[in-house]
Structure formats: C-alpha cells, structure tokens
C-alpha cells in the first residue's frame, strides 16, 4: 500500500497546478497592467507624410477675370456663367474677379466643373463702391462729354454726340477730368 504523502512532500500533479495558479495569477496581472497603460496612453496624433506636402503652384492656378458693369455675384454663382471659360478651369482653382466698372473685387474657388460649366464657392467679395459713385458714373465735366474706364482704353473721355474717343490711357480718373479742363481752356464746348 501507498503511503500517503507527508506535509512537506507534494504530488507532481499538485505542483502543476499550483505553477498553473500561478500563472494564471500573473497573465492576469499583466493584463490590468496593460489595460492600465492603454487606458493612460493618449493616442499619437496623424502625420503627413512628405508626399502630401507640395507647392501650390504646382497644384492650382489662380485665374482673373474682368466682368463687364452689371455683373452680379448672382451670375457668377450660376454654373452656364463659366461656360465659355469652363475649360481653362479645374478644381481648387482660384479666380481673381475685378469688376470692369470697379464696383467690386472678389475671389472665387472652382468647386466642380466640366466642359460647359464650373460651379463656383465665393472666399471674398468686396464692394468698393456704390453704383452711385462708380467709376463708370463720374461726374461730366460738361453734358457734351464722358469719362469712363474700361480694361482696354483706361480713363478716357468720349464725346457723346458720336462716341469718339477723344482722349485715353489714363491711370487716374483726376488725369482723364484734368485732360478734359485743359481741352475744355482750349477748344470751347
């Protein structure tokens, strides 16, 4: 007959699972310990990557237009407005609009577009003046004579009876109504 084991002997068997117990108890230790260290942890915030970063005028180009008087922010907005122009334009584009009258400035952003149409994001709009006072409302100098601006003449005087340009390519509307007392000294009204 088998002698049962003394107090200070222990069975193979009763060592494996006291190791195992053991065990147990430090995977679970080590667990917390982790969950811990997760939960503390605050996550590494994203980084670009050199690849996403290049120059802006690689990407984009910055158009300008020069609108004639009585074009509104509203026809901009309307998609068939940039028909004829549609193509030039891509996404993420810029357009610089300066009125021909120089009522307004603005700056747009080409949202979508396609052959025929470019859907449009107004980034700033800026009135410079009222249509009271626009450049091209200046005051006459006499009821036989006009002074207006446009993109290709600048300040010019016009002679109303048969729209003749009589005088153009000022920089300053003060240069174009000086030019125009100075004729007036000169050749009577």
């Known amino acids: 007959m088998a002698k049962p084991p003394t107090p200070t ?17 430090r995977a679970e230790e080590a667990s917390l310990a982790t969950t811990a260290t997760q939960a503390a942890r605050v996550p590494d915030p994203p980084i670009l990557t050199a690849d996403r970063l290049k120059g802006a005028e690689f990407e ?16 901009m907005l309307q998609p068939a407005y940039w028909a004829h122009v549609a193509p030039k334009l891509k996404p993420w584009d810029r ?18 577009c396609d052959r025929t149409w470019a859907r ?23 009821t036989k004579f006009e002074i207006a601006h446009s993109a290709n003449l600048r300040w ?3 002679r109303k ?3 003749q340009v009589m005088h153009k390519e000022d920089q300053t509307k003060q240069d174009a109504e000086l030019w125009l007392r100075e004729y007036l000294k000169v050749v009577p009204a």
Not at 10 to 21: L, M, N
Not at 95 to 112: I, K, M, N, P, S
């Open 9 to 25: 002997q222990t069975r193979p068997v009763d060592v494996r699972v006291q190791v195992a117990k053991q065990n147990l108890a």
């Open 60 to 75: 984009r180009i910055v158009h300008t237009a020069a609108p004639a008087a009585g074009h509104t922010q509203e026809h």
């Open 95 to 112: 357009v610089e609009v300066r009125a021909e009258d120089g009522t307004y400035y603005a700056e747009l952003l080409v949202l979508a």
């Open 120 to 142: 449009m994001h107004v980034l700033h709009w800026h009135d410079l003046s009222t249509q009271d006072i626009s450049i091209t409302q200046a005051a006459d100098a006499s």
């Open 156 to 158: 010019h005087v016009i």
């Open 161 to 163: 009876s048969d729209r």
